[in-house]
């Protein structure tokens, strides 16, 4: 979730500063990208003053000395111990599971679901035409009838509610459940997405659709800040061990960065060809990852790895939902004796009583 809010932050700045206030211009557009340069200026000078990884020095290099050092600069303690147990514990465990690689765990077929939902809820999240609101907000907001100079100010908007929403999602993952938050998001952008076309097939008839146009996108970014746009990174890491998650994580950074690619390349075209209907692909995405989500995602919320393993396995057939959870046991062994057997067994029973 503090990744995807450093992601909105970012965000927020590059609208503020691309207004035509500041640099949003075309004489001084080529700053706004000089721009970039400032925080990567400033990463590598605050680097050499950052503590090394506590877990690297502890779990990779055997410098306990060393790690202790750099979690008493990070944590301002020097109780730190029990951060020290958690590592030696994740080392142990870390030699009981070797590290799969990406191969390993695609062939794995224990693994294979928990692989599909992760790259599903990635899907989820750049599919949904989030990107599309980001990337060309402006240009949708003037074809909904603002004039250019509102319709930044707009887009700005879009940047402070990302920015807010992803703020109020971090205690509600808790509270709600992540499967919870992102069934909500999911329906929530459904049915602005289905207001925002209707906003641009009736802007002519009525002056109040350009305000459901605004209306409709800010809670389209509203709901995904809620649920799709943090919630799809932590289930990832919750549904897989120690052994197979690099490589699952690699796997799920590759397919959304991909998809977001996709979407900001696409999505013009998708305007020239559907024209008012753009938004409909997204809608129709939207219902397919919730009918998946809702049937196929578990609840992580307060599970240990091994519980929501146990969602997962072949002998198990488990409501993920978490309501019910019906075993499957095999049938005791009942050995039928032959009748010969059985009056043979008679006789000699009835013999040694006589004796």
Known sequence: TLNQ??????????????????????????????????????????????????????????????????????????????????????????????????????????????????????????????????????????????????????TMGVGVIMVVMTLVSIPLMDRAGRRTLHLYGLGGMFFCSIF???????????????????????????FFAIGPGSIPWMITAELFS??????????????????????GLVFPQMQRVFENYSFLPFTGLLAIFWIFSYRKVPETKNRTFEEIAALFRREEVVNVNGLTSVVQTKPPVVHHQSPELVAEEKNLETCKTQF
């Open 242 to 263: 120690h052994g197979p998650r690099p490589a699952a994580m690699s796997i799920a950074v590759f397919v959304n960065w991909s998809s977001n690619f996709l979407v």
């Open 5 to 154: 809010l450093g992601v909105t932050i970012g965000l927020l700045l590059s609208m503020v500063l691309g207004i035509q206030d500041i640099l949003g211009t075309e004489e001084r557009w080529p700053y706004l990208f000089g721009v970039a340069v400032i925080p990567a200026a400033l990463q590598l000078l605050l680097l050499p003053l950052c503590p090394e990884s506590p877990r690297f020095l502890l779990i990779t290099k055997q410098q306990e000395y060393s790690a202790r050092e750099a979690l008493e600069k990070l944590r301002c303690t020097v109780q730190v111990e029990d951060d020290l147990e958690e590592m030696r514990n994740e080392e142990r465990a870390q030699e009981q599971e070797p590290q799969m690689t990406v191969c390993q765990i695609m062939r794995n077929k224990s693994l294979q679901l928990p692989l599909l939902i992760a790259i599903v809820m990635q899907l989820s999240q750049q599919l949904t035409g989030i990107n599309a609101v980001f990337y060309y907000s402006t240009g949708l907001f003037t074809n909904a009838g603002l004039s250019e100079a509102v319709s930044h100010y707009a």
């Open 196 to 222: 925002i076309t209707i906003s641009l097939l009736v802007r002519f008839l009525y002056e109040w659709v350009t305000y459901l146009s605004v209306v409709s996108t800010l809670s389209f970014v509203v």
